[in-house]
């Protein structure tokens, strides 16, 4: 049952097949027997069990309030979400326990999902991998699936030992993990730079991340406030289009939604490609792309064309700007952000009471992490007097070429871009930590960081397992505001390819029907 997509378990809720306080027990006995992965940060047993008994009653009298009803779900811990604690992987919000949901929590809940627990991150999302939290780092599933073991021919290693485990990506890591792991079938992350779509690709899931404006930001706790979109995990296409109808549309609490009212979503199927115009942007092809994630991406491309596409090359000119005018701008708002966490209101607070400019100091130094405060230091910098026009300004105007560039290319025909998601496949920990957050971020960002400063849609759909086993993820790009086409369009390859599920049947009791499942049987993008 775990193993089944959102469709298909909530027509077995509403069949009777399973009742819903059955199916969160599932869940939890799972996420207790995959602790050691380090998803979540808080498990809120006591609500998820009231919730599901609740939506068990609304069944009984034929009241369901729909897809959602007694669904299982997760969010990232920098969502804010009432009487549970909301920390954002940092110490300097341990305890804090918000008066208030977020606009998306909150809507998926008047859906009657219930909620599993808060999910583990990189401090304040700052990162790409999700090893920079304060509860510690969370492990890629996929380190102890028996695809990659039979590759590594190795024995699946217990839950004790700490060696030779890949990451999940970031920041939205613990999202990610949760959905692959399968202890719940939505989860909710963040995305500022590609923080839904990056780990998404290294766990085999897919990642959504809506246009800016489409869904409310209200209570995701701000990196990025110009950047920063609630994103969408989900193990298919399908699933991610059934939440995205239920988050988008305005909020008066959040300015930047949009006013006009959201059509409902329905995801028709998608038969006919042959009038699509796919575009493949020559400067992704980076030099430091694997050859199989290279490879993939000409297959995935040549799909498109063999089914009565056009595919044809395109120019992003300024994408080679985006790695630095990202940084500029993401640490300019984050030290405007962070200075919120003062000591004063909420939050961690030092001991130190010799003046309050003492105070100050040694809280921030308490409460944060390295990569939190070297952002911040940067940030401060650019926005110096000095320093203002040179560099946030100029970034700024960066940013608009970039934008632009879009722009260009999707008012000459094309209908999406094909990209790849990540550099390669998930690393693992002890090789990722070699380098410091910034550089690892501007590595494995290359790709997305673009999306964000253009305000577009965007879909990481997994399509292959490399040599190693491990999931490799494919990105769509699609105009801003048409993420159903988008979507449509990654529905449609989804179906094409083969991707493999997840085999984890050591760590659950079902584990064996999870492999028969939802098997897509048509073309496949293996080597």
Known sequence: MLGRTLREVSAALKQGQIT?????????????????????????????????????????????????????????????????????????????????????????????????????????AMGSGSTDGAFGPVKNPWSYSKQYREKRKQKPHGENEDSDWLITGGSSGGSAAAVAAFTCFVALGSDT?????????????????????????HGLIPLVNSMDVPGILTRRVDDAAIVLGMLAGHDPKDSTTIQDPVKPFTLSTLTDVSKLCIG?????????????????????????????????????????????????????????????????????????????????????????????????????????????ENYFIKAQKVRRLIANDFVKVFNSGVDVLLTPTTLRGAAPYLEFIKEDNRTRSAQDDIFTQAVNMAGLPAVSVPVALSNQGLPIGLQFIGRAFCDQQLLKIAKWFEKQVQFPVIQLQELMDDGSSISEINKLASVSLKH
């Not at 730079?193 to 930001?217: I, M």
């Not at 498109?304 to 990202?326: D, N, Q, R």
């Open 20 to 124: 819903p306080t059955e199916l969160c027990q599932k869940c939890l006995s799972l996420i207790k027997k995959t602790k050691f992965l380090n998803a979540y940060i808080t498990v809120s047993e006591e609500v998820a069990l009231k919730q599901a008994e609740e939506s068990e009653k609304r069944y009984k009298k034929g009241r369901s309030l729909g897809d959602l009803d007694g669904i299982p779900i997760a969010v990232k811990d920098n969502f804010s979400t009432s009487g549970i604690e909301t920390t954002c992987a940092s110490n300097m919000l341990k305890g804090y326990v918000p008066p208030y949901n977020a606009t998306v929590v909150q809507k998926l809940l008047d859906q009657g999902a219930v909620l599993m627990g808060k999910t583990n991150l990189d401090e304040f």
């Open 193 to 217: 730079g590609g923080s839904t779509r990056n780990p998404a690709a290294h766990c085999g899931v897919v990642g959504f991340k809506p246009s800016y404006g489409l869904v409310s930001r």
């Open 280 to 388: 493949i942007p020559k400067e992704y092809l980076a030099p430091e792309l694997s050859g199989e994630v290279r490879s993939f991406w000409s297959k995935a491309a040549n799909l498109f064309e063999s089914e009565g596409a056009k595919v044809i090359e395109v120019s992003l000119p300024h994408t080679s700007y985006s790695i630095v005018c990202y940084h500029v701008l993401c640490t300019s708002e984050v030290a405007s952000n962070m200075a919120r966490f003062d000591g004063l209101e909420y939050g961690h607070r030092c001991d130190i009471n010799v003046s309050t400019e003492a105070m100050y100091a040694a809280t921030r130094r308490e409460g944060f992490n390295d990569v939190v405060r070297g952002r911040i230091l940067a940030g401060n910098f650019f926005l110096l007097k000095e320093n203002y």
